[in-house]
RNA sequence: GGGGCUGUAGCUCAGUCGGUUAGAGUGCCGGUCUGUCACACCGGAGGUCGCGAGUUCGAGUCUCGUCAGCCCCGCCA
């Protein structure tokens, strides 16, 4: 490992290996950074030290070839240091070299100068073999193998033992598009690749492996993000016998010893907040805690302020909330309507918003205010006020978006760089146009004092679901299960599905849990993504060696291709059409 | 499915109002050079301006379409 050759190692002799990163000719003297995953180390060539063959070899050598040096470790002259250089202090003489790989000159440099811009994306995963070869995609792919194993040596610890779930396997009930794999052997029927092994480690829950764990391969078909791959990878996790507490502890306890190996801050324990105090407080689920800036409720405040959006959207139920930027009245309107834009973009229906100055309040809002409701509101002189009117569900979305914006445009101070959360009791349910649809899966076990809810109000059940968030971004979620397969049955059919769809898609399971089943319950921790924020990574693709692009191409071996009208038909399988330009 | 941005030499980019021979840096090839580390210096090669139509006397430049990459919305319950 040529990258940690240091001054104490000087006078020894050595065979180094590596790939040709630089070189510079001097004509008599020839110096080439020689390279490998540890780092860079200069290798010199010159007549006095270097056989007269090997001189003529070297001069030969090009950019990214990989090279068999033989000769002694040397600390360099006087003068001839690189203090910006970790292996500066000293150079490899060689006395001979061999190429042991002559490689063509590079589509993209590995080298970059300390200017020099990344080529472009889409050339970068071309050729994604020379891009690995930087040195930020190195450490990210290192600092990923030291997160996994760390992971597996944490569960270990804990008792947990590591299950592999099949990748062909049978649609599961997640909501996004199954990767589908046709089956040769039973032509005209499909395996579907896992969204999750979500049902699998339940069933081993039922089976007796009380604690396990897997480092699992998970595929959705749907449109890609930059934080979003259609494989990825997650920590799945599932116990039998514990509290939601327990799991909480667990897997903070692993997150602490995540962030350790990555040099990251997790002070335990997480601190938690109900989903409806998040909601009330920050707008989100998983709200951005780095900065310290809550959502207000002015419904009272302003009780008697005659404004006729306000009067009319607290008439119909609604509330009058919004977050106040102390000083906040030295935003430029510019500035306030970059804010208003960025809740527009999200789907609110508009801003209002109040400054209050020496002279009074102005704005939309403002104007309607006079200093009794500023001073109920504790908009002090100074201050801004950003607020929107009307039902929770639509202002706790826009107040979440106003709320980041604005944190962004008033540079509100960073209070804590590393904000772990967890966010607890999500309700089971949601809506949408009237239909009931499961909020994080439809296995997740209700509050007892719930359950008796789910035929009367079951958008008021509470879950023994918890997402864990790391500054504003869900790292992952996870529920006790139902393990009573009557009222695993009662949830499905408050869903909507009739007994014949319930066999079809979940018999295999009630079956499972109606042979003696566990409380059981676990967590899906998205591998990537920490290793994303981790690693300071703006995309996905800067973690995974090979990863997608965001129409789901893989650039360099090139998928998905066509297949021969051979294999389709082995497999049963007619095209409609062919080709991409047709529908 | 929708919106936006980008596409010129191997790479990173410039290219004026539509104008006749499309430039720079770097890389590449050749040469000089014994302490460089973004080595320096001299010389050279290298272009389907993503692709296809259209407008025009004339298109890298304007219009339409299309492909690819990226970002966002929908979607990912």
Not at 125 to 138: G, N
Not at 456 to 467: E, H, K, M, Q
Request: with cysteine.
């Amino acid at each position: 490992m040529v990258g940690g050759l240091r001054s104490e190692d000087g006078g020894e002799r050595a065979t180094l290996a590596g790939w040709v990163h630089r070189r510079r000719d001097l004509g008599g003297l020839l110096f080439v950074d020689l390279r490998d995953r540890s780092g860079l180390v200069q290798v010199s060539f010159g007549p006095e030290w270097t056989d007269a063959a090997s001189l003529e070899v070297a001069r030969g050598i090009g950019h990214e070839d990989v090279i068999l040096v033989a000769g002694t470790i040397a600390v360099r002259p006087d003068g001839a240091r690189n203090a910006d250089m970790a292996t500066g202090e000293v150079e490899f003489r060689a006395e001979n070299v061999e190429i042991l790989s002559d490689a063509r000159t590079p589509e993209i440099p590995v080298y970059r100068a300390p200017e020099d811009e990344l080529p472009a994306e889409e050339l970068r995963l071309q050729h994604r073999v020379l891009d690995l070869r930087r040195f930020e995609l190195q450490q990210n792919l290192m600092l990923r193998h030291r997160l996994v194993l760390e992971t597996r040596n944490y569960m270990d610890r804990h008792g947990f033992i590591e299950v592999e779930t099949p990748i062909l396997t049978k649609a599961t009930p997640e909501g996004a598009r199954d990767y589908l794999v046709p089956s040769r052997v039973h032509k005209g029927e499909f395996y579907a690749l896992p969204q999750s092994p979500q049902i699998y480690k339940q069933i081993l829950m039922v089976a007796g492996f009380d604690r396990y764990f897997q480092i699992a391969r998970c595929f959705r078909d749907e449109d890609l993000r930059a934080d979003r791959q259609p494989e990825f990878t997650q920590i799945d996790v599932e116990a039998s016998f514990v509290t939601v507490d327990d799991i909480l502890e667990w897997i903070q306890g692993l997150m602490a010893s995540l962030a350790a190996v990555a040099g990251i801050d997790a002070p335990l324990p997480f601190p938690r907040l109900t989903w409806n105090e998040s909601m009330e407080r920050y707008g989100s689920d998983r709200p951005d805690l780095r900065y310290d800036l809550e959502i207000e409720d002015w419904t009272a405040a302003t009780a008697d302020v005659d404004f006729g959006i306000i009067r009319s959207q607290v008439n119909a139920g609604g509330r009058v909330r919004g977050v106040r930027l102390a000083g906040g009245a030295s935003l430029s309107r510019r500035q306030i309507e970059e804010i208003e834009n960025r809740a527009k973009a999200s789907g609110a229906p508009g801003l209002l918003w109040a400054k209050r100055s020496e002279e009074g309040t102005s704005g939309p809002l403002g104007k309607f205010l006079d200093p009794a409701h500023a001073d109920a509101m504790g908009l002090a002189v100074g201050d801004l006020a950003l607020v929107s009117a009307g039902p929770d569900r639509l202002t706790s979305p826009t107040l979440a978006v106003v709320r980041a914006a604005a944190a962004a445009t008033a540079q509100l101070p960073i209070v804590r760089e590393h904000a772990w959360l967890w966010v607890t009791d999500f309700p089971v349910f949601d809506e949408e146009n009237g239909v009931l649809f499961a909020s994080h899966h439809p296995f997740v076990m209700p509050h007892l004092d719930d359950i008796g809810l789910l035929d009367t109000d079951p958008i008021s059940v509470r879950g023994t679901a918890y997402d864990l968030v790391y500054n504003g971004t869900e790292f992952g979620s996870g529920s006790l299960r139902m393990h009573d397969p009557e009222l695993q049955r009662k949830v499905l059919r408050v869903l909507g599905l009739d007994d014949a769809q319930i066999e079809e898609k979940f018999g295999f399971l009630l079956s499972a849990l109606s042979v003696g089943a566990p409380p059981h319950g676990g967590i899906a921790l998205g591998m990537d993504r920490i290793v994303q924020r981790f690693t300071g990574s703006m995309s996905l693709r800067d973690v995974v060696a090979f990863p997608k692009t965001t129409a789901a191409r893989a650039l360099f071996e090139g998928a998905p291709t066509s297949v021969g009208e051979g294999e389709l038909e082995a497999l049963g399988l007619t095209l409609r059409s062919k080709g991409r330009t047709e529908s």
